[in-house]
Every structure is written in C-alpha cells, then in structure tokens.
C-alpha cells in the first residue's frame, strides 16, 4: 500500500516542476531554466504481462532542449529496483523518443546513500547500461528554518520538511512553513492548502507531524487542509458535548437529584454528545444518577 508521504514526495514536483532544477543545485548538477513540463502518463505497462509504473513522470522543456524527469520515491534499500529503474528509463526513451533523468526522493540518509550507487549492468569487461541516478536526501536539501526564505520558496521548504522530518531541526522548519504560508493563504488560498496538504502527507507518521497538526490548530481560519477540518469537527463535538454536561447538572441540580463528585466527573468527562443526550432524557424523570447511567446494554462504558 503507498502511503501519504509517499505520494507527497513526488507530488510536490508535479505541482512545481523548476522544483527540480532548484533541488539539483544542492547536488552540484545544474539544469538550464525552465521553460514549461508536461505530465505524462505514468504508467509503463508493457501489452502483455509486465506492468511498471514510475511514481511521477514530466516532460522538462528547457530553453537548451527538452529531457524526461522519472521521480521514485524510495523508503529502504530494495536490490531489485536498479534494474526496474534502469528499465524504466529504457522504456520511456523508447517510447518518447527524449533522454530521461531519474530523481530517487529518500527520506533517510542510509537509503540516500544505497541509492546513489552508480550501478553498471553488464559484464565486467564492457557495461552496455550505466544507471546513474539523482538523489535527494535529507543531507542534499537545506534546513529552511526562516520564515523569509520560506516565503521565497514554499515547494522546496516542503520537500525540506518531508526529507528532515525526523531531524531536530525539523520543529524550525514547520514553523518557518506555517508563517510564510499564512501570507500564501491571504492571496491564493487553494495554493496555500495544497502545500499544506502535502506537507501533512510528506511528514508520514512522526511526532513532526503532530507539531503541524499543532501549527494548523493555532489560527484554522488560514487552513483548509484534512487536519483543519478534523480538528474544527473535533472542536464543535467537543464544544457540544461540554454545553450538554452543563445542562445535564444544571437539570439534576434543579430536580434535587443528589451528584457525587464520581457522578460529575462522569458527567464532565464524557466527550460524547448522543451520551449526554441520553442521559439528559432519563434525567427528566429520574430518581438517582444510578438511574440515569443505567440503560439496556449500556455497560457504563458508553461515553467513552
């Protein structure tokens, strides 16, 4: 199953292709400028019965020609992948007719390192094939911990996000994304949610994920991402049920009804508002909070 930060770590060049050309630098390989990338299919299945599919693939038109960009997210060494990548980039040759460039995106310094290995298939007299791929690690791409040049690069500090997220030095790099994309939101703020989204995905399951998720609850009004709208249905749920334990003491304080300090840590803890509706109906009539949290199979175990 490909994950999230899977698909971020690619996506990121199709909503900016120059994000190529600008990453390489840190290589020490310069692309001439940009002028124009199209999608291509990504999908190199063979007639019969091979099938391949490349994560991303982008025809770069550049002002000094045009060349292939094939993108492969990698999460840990894999012996057999230099040959699949090596046909890759055969077949996409073959079947546009324009020489490819391989980008391998890894989010950890020891499969950065596996990957950039130059592997030559073929005798050991005369390779007929040298793959050579680029590689993008946590070591290649820059901590963007200033909030300025954030700003002045949104997809690379992204993709910094994603390769360093489980650096120390990822908490600055968030923070530094969260400013800089509040100017973003102010102007387009579909762009700004979809850099949002991706950082969300590229972070994967890691406590510099829960630090966004943080970021994002601070001011929702900028963000429309998936966790924005997760923690505004959160908040109203929560906002609920807190309103519905406060009429449900209030009605038992009213009717007499004695509560026990248990009974109203009960009450107050319960974060489910259908809870605290049913037992704002059985305390209409009720003689005891026993009474109340009593019901058919409720085991006392429902608002949890």
């Known amino acids: 199953m490909v ?5 971020a770590l690619h996506r990121i060049f199709q909503r900016d292709p120059g994000l190529f050309a600008r990453a390489a630098r840190h290589l020490g390989v310069a692309f001439p400028p940009l002028v124009s990338a199209t999608e291509l299919s990504t999908d190199l299945t063979e007639t019969q ?16 020609g045009s060349f292939l960009l094939a993108v492969e997210l990698q999460g ?3 012996p057999d992948k230099p040959a699949r990548w090596a046909y890759y980039l055969s077949y996409v040759y073959a079947k546009y007719r324009v020489p490819p460039v391989l980008l391998v ?3 950890d310094r020891v499969t950065a390192a596996w990957a950039a290995r130059q592997v030559d298939i073929g005798p050991r007299q005369w390779p007929s094939l040298t793959l050579r791929p680029l590689v993008l690690g946590p070591d290649d791409v820059p901590v963007i911990d200033s909030p300025d040049e954030a700003a002045r690069d949104i997809p690379l ?3 910094s996000a994603a390769l360093h997220r489980r650096d120390p030095g990822a908490d600055a790099i ?7 994309l509040k100017s973003v939101s102010a102007d387009d703020e579909d762009t700004a949610t979809t850099f949002i989204e991706l950082t ?9 994920a829960e630090l966004w998720r943080h970021l994002m609850a601070v001011d929702l009004s900028f963000f429309q991402s998936q966790t924005a709208q997760q923690l505004r249905a959160e908040g109203r749920a929560e906002g609920q049920a807190e309103s519905r334990a406060k009429d449900l003491l209030l009605l038992l ?11 109203r840590e009960r009450i107050v803890g319960c974060g489910d508002p259908d809870v605290l509706g049913l037992w704002f109906r059985k305390a209409l009539t009720a003689a005891s909070t026993a009474e109340i949290f009593a019901s058919a199979g409720e085991s006392g175990t429902a608002e949890r």
């Not at 019965?49 to 000094?64: A, I, K, N, S, W």
């Not at 304080?253 to 009974?263: A, K, L, P, T, Y």
Request: charge should be negative; include cysteine; hydrophobic fraction near 35%.
């Open 3 to 7: 994950s999230s930060s899977h698909e």
């Open 49 to 64: 019965p091979l099938e391949r599919r490349v994560d991303t693939l982008l025809r770069m038109d550049t002002e000094d």
């Open 76 to 78: 840990r060494p894999a």
């Open 105 to 107: 995106v890894c989010a």
């Open 157 to 159: 500090t992204v993709l």
């Open 174 to 180: 968030l923070n530094a994304l969260a400013k800089a």
């Open 200 to 208: 969300e995905q590229g972070l994967g399951m890691t406590q510099a």
């Open 253 to 263: 304080g009213h009717r007499g009804v004695e509560v026990s300090e248990q009974d």
